[in-house]
Every structure is written in structure tokens, then in C-alpha cells.
């Protein structure tokens, strides 16, 4: 089961955030105080695993991004770079060659599409298919959503 | 009005989008803090309008600054505002905000629970995603139990986007509220075979999870779990799988052997490392869990071991990471097979990422034996002395003890050599392990007795130069040694060569610059020594040595006379003053010596660690009785004895200004301890991470020593390690070299030519003797120690909770709670209190909306206690049954107490016998293959809708698939068909039924007037597909829409019933049930489960009771009873539906 997501620039600028367990505010700083300077300090062509306390955190670097997944101690490490990797393939195919920026500018979106990927801490859909057309159905229930929106604003 | 909303919408094209407040944090780099704080205000105002989507636009912008580390829990109740938007794009806004943000100590989370409940049952499938995404995130035990029912509903939803989504919730469902484990895994089983493959990885995943932490409840699901990962060919789904037999095998071992086949032909075929990895990873599961009597079982571990090497040898740092690390298990219990990669992982040790050498370095820690552990260390050592970093070095120096000392210092032969190895250790600089080093040297020493000399030796050659360890004293934890080596020179004394020599090392004044409590057992120690010596010089003539020794101690003593530290004081001038007795006799030319050492006699012997948990509790002892009774509250501080030394501890000073006790405090702070125990999410500190260190007080006060630049570093007469490697060599040769010559006389004896293969072959484990006559001393227990291995087992695991036997008939207690049953429980609407009597009692009435929200707070909190009331009641049913009893009386005068203790649920009063169990399904049609039962239930959301449930049972040997649900629209009631299909279509049932297997599908149907009973004509078509043969069935049934299915539970306070009753709109029809032979609260209980109401107020056998139709019809009972006959007067407000409302209810009891 997965514990948490991290997204952060190579300056350790958080860029998104996604816990499956709730927690308090301050351990979500302390935990992200921790992944950061862990995961920057690591040299460059190590391999993508860390041990930090019960938890095993698998990172990868695509850009000027890190995607930093921490999974329970009994977890694929390989599966799970697997999940960062379809994660940003997602990305990818909603953003159009992502970038830092795309994720930046439409944090909401990122987590969406997150959403449907995975839920609770698990795999929710492994089909890319799938994931990408529920993301494009609900995004075309929000159009609908805006354009009456207007209508009522303008004309109501 | 119109003016108002274009004013309102141009008012929004200026207020900011999350995009411009990203690109102005961006642009004000320099003064973040400050653009970000006059943002919040923005946000404050926005927030403050009536306009949703200003709102969501505030909220989203929120969201952000939460993730920039901004506090945004005051806006809590907004973002519960957005979630409650009807619009999909503002309602997952809002729902996005509250995953965020929401934590179980969110209070606003209490308010969600309709709103949550709304969403869920919402007729768009996003709206329903969105509700349980959020819901996956914080959810609370609260939330848990209130929706589990809905949830588990929406687990047989029609579409497979929902029924994914509520699979998988219902592991955190499970986690929060244990007690709907039973009752919803029958229907998450059944999902392992759902037709929509994401559905099924779903049902995988959590099922996995759960048998992951209880793996004995689950080996029943073993067959069907194999079943899959035959036919899987989803790697994803496989992996999960595969994991789970590795949880499962180590309790059904023939389980192993059937797994092994698969999965090494899983291992051989497949490309996918991920999965490689999961097979081998189970496969050395199921081998550690087989007993060793497996024919085909090496061929399996060499299988796995190959496959490891190749990815060790890897040029991909994950994989040579993983094989190391999946290595390090087969070690535990097959060594052999790891052994002969020995190259390949001291290889590893040379590796630059750091990791990589740690895990080599744990596998090391396996691979060692008596024979090659000093080549391993050695080769440690050398890496000990390249090692930059100080982390890396310090977990070498520890793998080097763990690796010596481990089960007993089992393979080490030549404990000169081991003493020698961790002398060297102690010129590491910067070490934070000086005291492992130092345990380490008192543990050899005193419990191998046979080395007790040689160590002495090595002790006290460090205690002459503790110069160098102790020369750099800020960063060096090194010291710590000297602890040890004065000690061992002192308790050992008897060994020394030297012994004024020694004592002298440990009376120079630098010893003062050492951390205190060395100091202290330096001070102790010398004292010891001084007896050796005094023993020693007493049998001579000449008696000025002795007391030369005695004036020595009595010059250096002071110095630590006048130590800071107070151990070292008192230490110090105890044993100057007997120094300066024991010299008074010395002048009188007593013999001392003997009684001073008898001041040290006797042995010291080691205790384990854990003897003293392992005493057991005497008989009739209570260990948490006081001894003392606790002083009473009116004792008056005066009383208290001052201290003297040092002021007492803050926690013994009596609060003065809180009214809170110290126990209250205690008790807070146990419940507190309680709490993040039994929280999941509360990370808990291991014990191993923490290692406390010990503070050098007062460094600032120790001079800087000058490091003596003149002495070479190699420590002259100190041993190297290597000298040892090599005697120990010799001495094996030697020993092998006579063993040889005897063995040969003996076959000369024997005259045999066969022993050959012996002598060439490789020395094995046993033939190498230790070098001394080691005794390695027991750690003591105590004598009744009770044997017992899981003292380490935490008693805290949430999932312990979650052990539950899943095989065992579910019972009716079990049920989830469903709305219905949850409806009257506080009796009166506390918005209408200043109407009545009780106004002293609540506030008056008041108007603006923030006063209502937090009535509203108020009343849920209400709901909540009473329901944790509910729950305590259970527990003490016999104890409350008196209480009640007298109580019972005085009911109609206390409808103030909001509802607590005689709250009537559904009329059912606790202390009354069981109910019996009810169901509101009913048979719609059955023939040989299949069985439908159906219940029917209008929709609250729309007054025109009605969702039918019906399961459908499998009740023969064939496989039915492609059903599809057909029926007969009528004018006034209509079933629900997808868009584009024709009015006379059928609906295919969304799953296919295996045999003996049981599904719920829901439909919808719209129906105009509701005041008449109806039937609707239908049909079921299936095929039945056997082996050779598929045909094509139907069945036919009848749709009964009874009025009662249109009514549904709506809670109502007696004030709110009283108004309705007296506003005259309603009208009235009674009727007289005769011959009813139950008591009155079945009798009530039947008439809420069947037919939707709820209990307003119950006073002895007479009780008021409401409903409301989906279409706002009200609909109120008067229900008296007395013996067999039970008068039930009505009124609502349309007549039709009331006449046939009572019919039902006759019917419902002439049934019975």
C-alpha cells in the first residue's frame, strides 16, 4: 500500500502533494522537510531506493521534477517505479509533453488525474485507456458545467 | 436581482484565478510572505460572498497556499460549502480541497455526512467518484460506520468506474469501523470475479492488503486466488496476487508446493522484472516456509540465485539493489547457496552508491563463518580506513560488531584477535558508536574468562594513551572506550603487569577533562586498583611502596573532589577519606590490605536484559495498587518536604492556576498515548531508529588539549589485528597439520587408501577449534522465568482490529447500520427550544447564519454522542436495565436532555427482548436456475424516481450469462433505459453469475403518481451455458410497487409532529388490527423496517410515528396498543395514499 506521493523541484519546491492516510499538518512538514533533503542529497546514478523509518521511498527524477512515492515495507519497489513512471505518462498525454510548469499552472488537474489513477493508497486502474477517458468525461462534464454557468450568470 | 448577478459577475473578472496567483508568487520572489498574506485576505473576502464560484475560485487558490505550507484549516467550513455545490466542476473543487486538507481532527468533518451520503447515491457516476475519492482521504471512524452501508451498496453499482471506487474505499472503511469487515466481505469476495477487469484488480488489491496483515482469515480464498494468477495476464493484478501466497504459504504449506510450478515457470517466461522480482521473492517464501524434505527444492533456490546474480551483475543500480536485497533472504535459510557469491558481494562493497554497500554489507553479516569471518573483517577494516563519511564508517564499525558478535560470538575462534580488532576500531575518529565499541570490550571481558588476561593487557596499554583518543573532545564520542578499559582494568586488576603503572594513567589530571561519568568509574576504579596494589606490596619488607601508593591517592584525589559532576564528588571524597584512614594505619604499620580488597570482593556475573521482564509476578502482589496512598487534595503545599539539593521536578509543583488534577492530566495524557497508539497514521518511532547519545556536559567548560604531536600515532606496544590473522593461520595449519599426521597413523593402522578425499578437501565448519578454552559465560535469568518470544510484538497494530474470521455465518448483530435505523434518536429540533418551556435551558433563537452553522454543529455532535452511547449501552445493557426502569416514568417530561439516554431507536428499547431478524427483500420469481428477490426503495433525491435492488442467485450447476432485465412500462411508472434505446429494450444485468454465485443489480424507474400500488409486468432472458451446451431461458415476474416503497425514513421531532398534527392540512383514517400477538416494540420495529417510518415518541404501548413519501407527502401514526389489539390512527395529506399506506401495514400483520 502506498503512504504518500511527493512532487518537488530540483530546489526542493513542493509541486504537489497526495497522502493516503490523513495526518497531522505538522507531520506532513516534517515528512516533506525529510524527503527533500533526503532525496536531493542522493549522488546521481544511484539506484531509486531509500529506507526511511518503516517506509520504503522510491524516487525518480524526470526533468526538473522529482516524483518521491513512499510504499509499506512489504511493497514491489520495481511496481512502484512502475506507478511514478504511468503517473507521468498520464501526464504527458493530458499535458502534451509535460513540464514543470504544466503541473505548476494546473495543480488541480494534476491531482484529478491522479485520481483516477490511483485511490486510497492502491492501484485504482491500471488501463491507461481507461484512466485517460474518465479524465476527458468528467473534464467535459465541467464544460458542460461552465457553459450553463454562464448562461445563468448572463441571461438568469 | 438580475443587476445583481451581472454586477457579481464582473466583480469576479478581476478577482484572481488560481493561474494569476501562481504567476504573482512567481513574480514576487522577494517578498513572498507578504504578497501571499495580502492574498489570503483577497481569499477571506471572496469567501465571504454568496457567489459559489467565487467561492470554489477562493478555494482552489487555498488548495495552492496548503501545499505552500500555509494554514488553511480556517477555512474548513468553505471548503464544506463548495463540496455541497451541485455543480460536478465547483463539487470536486471542493472535495479536492477537503482531501487536502481534512484530518481526523477536522470538527467540520461531522457536518459532511449527509452531504456525502447525497453524492454517493448521486445519479451522475462523477459526482459518486468525486464523494469517494475525497472520502478516501479522511475518512473518520464516524464517517466509516455512518456510510458504510451506502458504500457497500455502491460495491454492485452498474457501472465499474463506481463499483472500483467503493472496492477499494472499503479497505479504509474496514480500518476505521473493524465491525463491517463480516458483513461486506461477502460481496468484495464476489467482486474477485467482477466481469470489468478494474474492478477486479480492485477487489485484488484490498483483499491482498487485508490478508497481508490476518493471513490465516484468508486461506480459504487460496483456490480462488490461484485460479486467477492462472488466467491473469495483467502483470499489475499478478503481482499482487503473487504476494499474497507469499503471506498465505507460511500457514499452508502444501499451498507452497503446488505454487512452486507457476512460479518458476512464471520466472523462466516472463520479461517483466517487476514480476521476476515478486516470483522470486514468494518462491524463496514458500522454500523458507517447506520443510528441507522438498525433492525438486535446491533446484529452485539455484533457480532463484541465478536469476539474482544476473541482477547483481546488472548494470542498472535497481536491480543489483534488489538482487542484493531479495539475497539477503535466502541467506537466513539456505547460507550455502549465497556463500559461493561471496566475490560477487564483496564486490558490491566497492560500489558508489552508498546503498548498494549497505545492503552488501547486510548480506555479509549472514555469510560469515567460523572460517572466513576474519578475512570478511579484514576486509571490512580496509574499507573502514578508505570510507568517507562519516555515516558510512559508522554503520562499517557497527556491521563489524553485529558481524563478531552475533548469536553469541558464535564464529569467532581467536578472541586475542577480536580484542585486537575492536582496539583498532577505537582510533576511528568522529565515531559516534564509542560506547558499542565499549560494550562490546566489556562483554568479552567478562564473559570469556580465558581472554581476561590478554584484554587486561590491551586495556591498560589504552588507558596510558588515552591521549590520543581523547584529543580531539567536541566530536568524539571515542571516549567512550576509556569507560570500558577502566572498568575492565579495575574489576580485573589481579591480571595487570603493572598495576601502579595503571593506576597512575588513571589519576593523571587529564582525566577531569573526560565526560563525567567516566570520571566517576575512573575514580571507582582506581580505588579497586589501589587495593591490587596495597595486596601486592604488603608481602614485601619494605612498607614505604605501600604507602607511597597511598600518598598518591591522596594528591590526586582532590582534583576530583572538586569535579562538577556530582557522582564523581561523591565518589571521589568517599574513597579519599578512606585513603587517608587506611594511611593512618599504614603509619601504625597495620596490615590492611585484605580488609581494603574485601571492600571489592566477589564475582560480577552478566544478566540478560530481559531477566527482569521475564520475572514473573508473585502471587497476590498488584503491582499498580499504591503503596503509600496518594496525599489528599486538601493538603496544603506547606506540608510538602522542601528539597535541598536540587529543585524538584516541575511536575510535583502543584498547579495553582488550572482547575485540571494531575490525575485528570494523567489521564489526558494516557488517552492521548492511547489515541496515537491506535492511530495508523501516527508515525511511531522505532526503537531502533532512536539511539540516545550521550550529552558531554558542560563541553565549553573543558580546555582544549594539545595533541602531543611528538608521539607517533601507531600506538607503540598496541596489537594489530593482522598479527592475529596470521598466528591463527598458523595455529590451524598446525592443528590441521597433526590432525592429518593422526589421521594418517590411524589409516595406517587401518591400512585403508579410501580417507584421500578428506585431506583435499576444504577444512570444514567443525574441524576448527577456538584457541582458547573459550567459555563464553551465560547471561543470567531468573530462576522462573517464564519462556516467551513475542516480547516484540506490538499490542498497538490497527490491523489487529482487523483480525476477524471471515468463514464463520454472519450474524444478525453484524448488519451495518442502515439510514433507516439510524433516524429518531434526538426527539426534538433544538432550533425550536425557545418556542417551549425549556428556554432557560438553550440560548434563545438566533437568526444569523453563522449561529445556525454552529447549531448545526451542535446537533451533530449531538447525533454523535448518542450514538457512541448506543454503542457503551450494548456493553452495559444488565446495568442500565434497572436505570431505565425507573427512569421510564418520568419520559415525557425530559425531552430536553437532547435525546440521550431513553432516546427510542426505531422502538426498539435495548433492555427489551431481541428482535427477530427482518429483511425487506422479497421473492420476485425463482425457477431451477435462478432466483430473484427484490426490495424496492424510493429515491430521495428525486421525487420521481425508484430504485429497485434485485439479486439474482445462480441456483444450478451451468454458468448464466448475457440476462437481461426486461418490464412492461406502464403510463404511469417507466424503468429507466440508457439513451438511444428503444421503450421496449431490456436492461443487461452488468454481471455474469457463476454457479452458486449471488449478485445485487440496481434499476431505476420514474413514476408520476405514487398515491396507488401498482405491479409492473416483467421479464428476465438468460442463457445457460454448460460445458457442451448453451440455452437460451426466461422468467417471468411481477413488479409490486406498494405504496410503502414510496415512502421513505425522515426523521421528525415530537415539536415539528405536534405543529403538523395540529395544522389541520392532514387528514385522518384509523384502522384496527385484532389477534396481533407480539410484544409492542417488535410491533413498531416491523412497521419502521417495512414500511419506512420512524418512532417520534414512545410512552408505554402508544407511540407517535412519521414518514414522508419521496413526494413530500407526510404521513403521521398514532399506533395504541392494548392486548391483541393494536388501533392505528393516520393522517397525511393525501387520502389515497394513506387508505392504502394502512392496507399494507394490515397486511404486513395478518402475514404474521
Known sequence: MMRFLLLFSRQGKLRLQKWFMPMSEREKKKIIRDMTTMVLARQPRTCNFLHWKDLKIIYKRYASLYFCLAVESQENELLALEIIHRYVELLDKYFGNVCELDIIFNFEKAYFILDEFLMGGEIQETSKQIVNRSIEASDMLQEGDNSEWYEVELFG | MALKIVKGSIDRMFDKNLQDLVRGIRNHKEDEAKYISTCIDEIKQELKQDNIAVKANAVCKLTYLQMLGYDVSWAAFNIVEVMSSSKFTYKRIGYLAASQCFHESTDVIMLTTNQIRKDLSSPNQYDTGVALTGLSCFVTPDLARDLANDIMTLMSHTKPYIRKKAVLIMYKVFLKYPESLRPAFPRLKEKLEDPDPGVQSAAVNVICELARRNPKNYLSLAPLFFKLMTSSTNNWVLIKIIKLFGALTPLEPRLGKKLIEPLTNLIHSTSAMSLLYECVNTVIAVLISLSSGMPN??????????????????????????????????????????????????????????????????????????????????????????????????????????????????????????????????????????????????????????????????????????????????????????????????????????????????????????????????????????????????????????????????????????????????????????????????????????????????????????????????????????????????????????????????????????????????????????????????????????????????????????????????????????????????????????????????????????????????????????????????????????????????????????????????????????????????????????????????????????????????????????????????????????????????????????????????????????????????????????????????????????????????????????????????????????????????????????????????????????????????????????????????????LHFTCTSYLITTPCYSDAFAKLLESGDLKGSSVRLEGVNMPFHHLLARICFHHHFSVVERIDSCASMYSRSIQGHHVCLLVKTSGQTVSIDAKCDEPTLLGNVLDEIKQTFSQC
Open chain 2, 297 to 1038: 527444492h535446491s533446484a529452485s533456490i539455484q533457480l532463484c540465485v541465478q536469476k539474482l546474480r544476473i541482477l547483481i551483475e546488472d548494470s542498472d543500480q535497481n536491480l543489483k539493489y534488489l538482487g542484493l536485497l531479495a539475497m539477503s533472504k535466502i541467506l537466513k535459510t539456505h547460507p550455502k547457496s549465497v556463500q559461493s557469491h561471496k566475490d560477487l558481494i564483496l564486490q558490491c562493497l566497492d560500489d558508489k552508491d552508498e546503498s548498494i554497500r549497505l545492503r552488501a554489507l547486510d548480506l555479509l553479516y549472514g555469510m560469515v563463518s567460523k572460517k572466513n569471518l576474519m578475512e570478511i573483517v579484514k576486509k571490512l577494516m580496509l574499507h573502514v580506513d578508505k570510507a568517507e563519511g562519516t555515516t558510512y564508517r559508522d554503520e562499517l564499525l557497527t556491521k563489524i560488531i553485529d558481524i563478531c558478535s552475533q548469536s553469541n560470538y558464535q564464529y569467532i575462534t581467536n578472541f586475542e584477535w577480536y580484542i585486537s580488532i575492536l582496539v583498532e576500531l577505537t582510533r576511528l575518529e568522529g565515531t559516534r558508536h564509542g560506547h558499542l565499541i565499549a560494550s562490546q570490550m566489556l562483554d568479552v571481558a567478562i564473559r570469556v574468562k580465558a581472554i581476561r588476561a590478554f584484554a587486561v593487557a590491551q586495556m591498560a596499554t589504552l588507558l596510558d594513551n588515552a591521549h590520543l583518543l581523547t584529543g580531539n573532545m567536541q566530536r568524539n564520542g571515542i571516549c567512550e572506550v576509556l569507560y570500558a578499559a577502566a572498568w575492565i582494568c579495575g574489576e580485573f586488576s589481579e591480571h595487570l603487569e603493572n598495576p601502579i603503572q595503571t593506576l597512575e594513567a588513571m589519576l593523571r589530571p587529564k582525566v577531569a577533562t573526560l565526560p563525567g561519568h567516566i570520571q566517576a568509574v575512573y575514580v571507582q576504579n582506581a580505588a579497586k586498583l589501589f587495593a591490587t596494589v596495597l595486596k601486592g606490596q604488603e608481602g614485601n619488607t619494605d612498607s614505604t611502596a605501600a604507602q607511597e601508593t597511598s600518598q598518591l591517592m591522596i594528591d590526586r584525589l582532590p582534583l576530583f573532589v572538586q569535579s562538577a559532576n556530582l557522582e564523581v564528588q561523591e565518589r571521589a571524597s568517599c574513597i579519599l577519606q578512606l585513603v587517608k584512614y587506611i594511611q593512618k594505619l599504614q603509619q601504625k604499620d597495620v596490615e590492611v590490605a585484605e580488609e581494603v580488597s574485601a571492600l571489592f570482593a566477589g564475582e560480577l556475573n552478566p544478566v540478560a536484559p530481559k531477566a527482569q521482564k521475564k520475572v514473573p509476578v508473585p502471587e497476590g502482589l498488584d503491582l499498580d495498587a499504591w503503596i503509600n496512598e496518594p496525599p489528599s487534595e486538601s493538603e496544603s503545599e506547606d506540608e510538602q518536604p522542601k528539597a535541598i539539593f536540587a529543585k524538584e521536578e516541575p511536575k510535583h509543583s502543584r498547579p495553582r492556576h488550572t482547575e485540571v488534577d494531575e490525575k485528570e492530566l494523567a489521564r489526558r495524557r494516557e488517552a492521548r498515548k492511547q489515541e496515537q497508539a491506535n492511530n495508523p497514521f501516527y508515525i511511531k518511532a522505532s526503537p531502533s531508529s532512536q539511539k540516545v547519545y550521550q550529552d558531554t556536559p558542560g563541553v565549553e567548560h573543558i580546555p582544549v588539549v594539545q595533541i602531543d604531536l611528538s608521539v607517533p600515532l601507531k600506538v607503540p606496544g598496541m596489537p594489530m589485528s593482522d598479527q592475529y590473522v596470521k598466528l591463527e593461520e598458523e595455529r590451524r595449519q598446525k592443528e590441521r597439520a597433526e590432525k592429518k599426521k593422526k589421521e594418517k597413523k590411524k589409516r595406517k593402522e587401518k591400512r585403508s587408501g579410501r580417507g584421500k578425499k578428506q585431506d583435499s578437501g576444504p577444512e570444514s565448519e567443525e574441524d576448527i577449534t577456538p584457541a582458547h578454552m573459550v567459555d563464553i559465560v551465560t547471561e543470567e535469568m531468573p530462576e522462573n522465568a517464564l519462556p516467551s518470544d513475542d516480547d516484540d510484538k506490538d499490542p498497538n497494530d490497527p490491523h489487529k482490529a482487523l483480525d476477524i474470521d471471515l468463514d464463520k455465518p454472519l450474524a444478525d448483530s453484524e448488519k451495518l447500520p442502515v439510514r433507516s435505523h439510524r433516524a429518531a434518536e434526538s426527539l426534538k429540533s433544538p432550533a425550536e427550544d425557545g418556542d417551549v418551556e425549556s428556554a432557560a435551558i438553550h440560548a434563545p433563537k438566533k437568526k444569523n447564519g453563522k449561529e445556525k452553522r454552529e447549531k448545526k454543529k451542535d446537533k451533530d455532535s449531538d447525533r454523535k454522542k448518542s450514538s457512541k452511547h448506543k454503542k457503551k449501552k450494548q456493553k452495559k445493557e444488565k446495568e442500565e436495565k434497572e436505570k431505565k426502569k425507573k427512569k421510564k416514568h418520568h419520559h415525557h417530561h425530559h425531552h430536553s436532555d437532547g435525546g440521550g439516554e431513553e432516546s427510542v431507536q426505531n422502538g426498539t428499547v435495548e433492555d427489551e427482548e431481541p428482535l427477530p431478524p427482518m429483511s425487506n427483500y422479497c421473492l420476485l420469481a425463482e425457477n431451477s436456475y435462478i432466483k430473484m428477490v427484490c426490495d424496492i426503495q424510493g429515491n430521495l433525491q428525486d421525487g420521481s424516481q425508484v430504485v429497485v435492488s434485485v439479486i439474482f442467485e445462480n441456483k444450478c450447476d451451468s454458468f448464466l450469462k448475457s440476462m437481461e432485465f426486461n418490464v412492461l412500462d406502464s403510463l404511469n411508472s417507466k424503468l429507466q433505459r440508457p439513451e438511444g434505446s428503444g421503450p421496449h429494450d431490456g436492461l443487461t444485468v452488468p454481471f455474469q453469475l457463476p454457479p452458486g454465485v449471488s449478485n445485487e443489480a440496481r434499476f431505476v424507474f420514474t413514476v408520476q403518481s405514487i398515491v396507488m400500488p401498482q405491479k409492473l409486468k416483467g421479464t428476465l432472458t438468460f442463457i445457460v451455458k454448460n460445458e457442451d451446451s448453451s440455452t437460451h431461458e426466461k422468467l417471468d415476474f411481477k
